[in-house]
């Protein structure tokens, strides 16, 4: 039996799982994939930068992108709204409140997060896509979106810093505080 999305949806709705383990849908079916700390660290290191580097601004982690589209809501793993638009139980964030969101690479999630998510980013409007690589000390930085397609990419390795534009202004993130595996 074909699991769709509309099922995947219901499932990361309903089920609650361990922390430290994602439920996700692959080529294999449904896989529980482990969360590494150095994943976890990167990502709460991204999200304090946000909030040192954003007045105004709140970071959001561990969230849903609303609306659903083709029965698909990505859950990014860092993000910022604005702080008005923003109550400490969301869960959810339209793509429109979002200037930009982040994906840090896990092994098993390194071509959905370079290809597909940045597919599914592009046609949602969300202006910059950042990609962490934590397996090869990467990064990159996609911009501009249109027609589905972001048309413009930074990559740089870690310890570089990566300006990401945000309403009128710009975040640095200083990439030499992210962990490799």
Sequence with gaps: ??????????????????????LRLTTNGLTLVPITRAHRTTQRRIE??????????????????????????????????????SEPG???????????VVEVVSPESANRDYHTKAAHYALRGIPAYLVV?????????????????????????FGEKIEIPVAERTLVLDSSEFLRV
């Design 1 to 22: 039996m074909a699991v769709t999305q509309d099922w995947m949806s219901y499932a990361q709705d309903e089920v609650q799982l361990p922390k430290g383990l994602r």
């Design 48 to 85: 304090n930068q946000i909030e040192a580097g954003l007045p105004g601004w709140t970071a959001v982690g561990e969230f849903r992108i609303v609306p659903a589209r083709d029965g698909y809501r990505p859950e990014p793993d860092a993000g910022a709204v604005p702080s008005d638009q």
């Design 90 to 100: 969301d869960v959810e964030y339209d793509e429109s409140l979002l200037p930009f």
């Design 133 to 157: 690589n934590l397996l090869t000390g990467r990064w990159t930085l996609f911009t501009r979106p249109a027609d589905g397609e972001y048309q413009h990419t930074v990559i740089g390795a």
